[in-house]
């Protein structure tokens, strides 16, 4: 396993992060889940990555369950605040009452005094800007989070921030954007912006929910168990990729990998490893082969020519709008 700084810190990752987005707590079960994480700890995977909102708050729990045992200091732990927790109108945003209540909520959930980084789960338009910082500011003061970052923001929203971290002397260090072969809408606005402002991308959904790793075959049904056939969210995710000059072109794909020496998946994950300004592609997994077969890309290095190859075949189905980084407009 290789490592890489977040942002302008001082803060190492694995460049390999695992997640537990729509997995634990929901599509998998607890004993997987925890074979999942023991697995990712045995590889080298050091950084876990997940989210008060994940299947209801139980990801939280379930990650914790799996970390029992492994002293705190040999991990790095991330969360995230802003979608709906509970009922009310205050459960949700980036208020400075929710995020409060949050990030307790969410240690008490993960067993832990600390995060290493605690993200705005997306941007609250119903909330100045101004609070949700100084918030953020004192949670990192009152030692319950070392970092925080943010996900899916705008190029104008991250510099925004940026500037006022810096009044604030907040380390705000990351964004956690989707980023693969097929979506590359951040390449435009938002990596430049972060560049600017100190801060590094966290990638998840690096083999678009499954769609890179060549399962999904154009013309047949789709795999049973698959995450496209996943009616508690999975499926909803997945569709996107579904259609079929997408899958056509994926199959395409297979040679380049075999001249490589990856399987598809690998190579979806270093390929996102190849943009200098992820520190990190964060993997999902329902079985402990899916970790070990991610995680053997940490390290590669893809020439040039192959990049290229990649973007011959793949450049009619790749998605660059930089308009579709949003949030919602209200919370939701």
Same mark, same amino acid.
């Given at each position: ?40 700890? @045995? ?8 989210? @008060? ?21 040999? !991990? ?36 832990? #005094? ?64 989707? !980023? ?77 990998? @075999? ?51 990649? #973007? ?8 660059? @709008? ?11």
């Amino acid at each position: 396993m290789e490592f890489r700084t977040l942002g302008r810190s001082g803060l190492y990752i694995s460049e390999i992060a695992y997640g537990n987005w729509i997995t634990h707590g929901s599509q998998v079960e607890q004993d997987a889940a925890i074979a999942c994480v023991h697995t990712a700890l @045995d590889l080298g995977i050091t950084t876990f990555d997940t989210a @008060d909102v994940y299947a209801g708050t139980r990801a939280e729990t379930v990650l914790a369950k799996a970390l029992e045992g492994v002293r705190r200091a040999d !991990y790095e732990l991330f969360t995230k605040v802003y979608f709906p927790v509970g009922s009310g109108r205050n459960a949700r945003g980036l208020s400075r009452k929710h995020i409060m209540e949050g990030i307790n909520g969410s240690l008490r959930r993960l067993g832990t #005094d600390y995060v290493d980084l605690y993200q705005a789960h997306r941007y609250d338009y119903e909330t100045p800007l101004e609070e949700t910082m100084l918030a953020f500011a004192d949670v990192v003061r009152a030692g319950k989070a070392l970092y925080i970052g943010v996900s899916e923001w705008r190029a104008e929203e991250i510099a925004r921030a940026a500037e006022l971290a810096r009044e604030l002397h907040v380390p705000l260090i990351s964004n956690q954007p989707e !980023y693969n072969m097929l979506w590359r809408v951040i390449e435009a606005e938002v990596v430049p912006a972060s560049v600017e402002a100190g801060l590094s991308q966290i990638c998840f959904s690096p083999i678009a929910q499954g769609v890179l790793t060549g399962k999904y075959k154009p013309g047949e049904p789709v795999p049973s168990g698959s995450r496209a056939t996943d009616e508690k969210g999975g499926a909803n995710f997945v569709k996107r990729w579904m259609a079929e000059d997408v899958l056509t072109r994926v199959q395409q794909l297979q040679p380049l990998a @075999d001249q490589a020496g990856l399987t598809l998946a690998q190579l979806a994950v270093a390929w996102v490893l190849q943009n200098p300004n992820v520190a990190a592609a964060i993997i999902g997994a329902s079985r402990p082969e899916q970790v070990t077969e991610n995680v053997a890309a940490s390290g590669v290095r893809l020439d040039a020519d192959l990049l290229t190859a990649i #973007d011959d075949v793949l450049e009619p189905v790749v998605e660059r @709008d930089a308009g579709l980084t949003r949030s919602p407009r209200t919370r939701p």
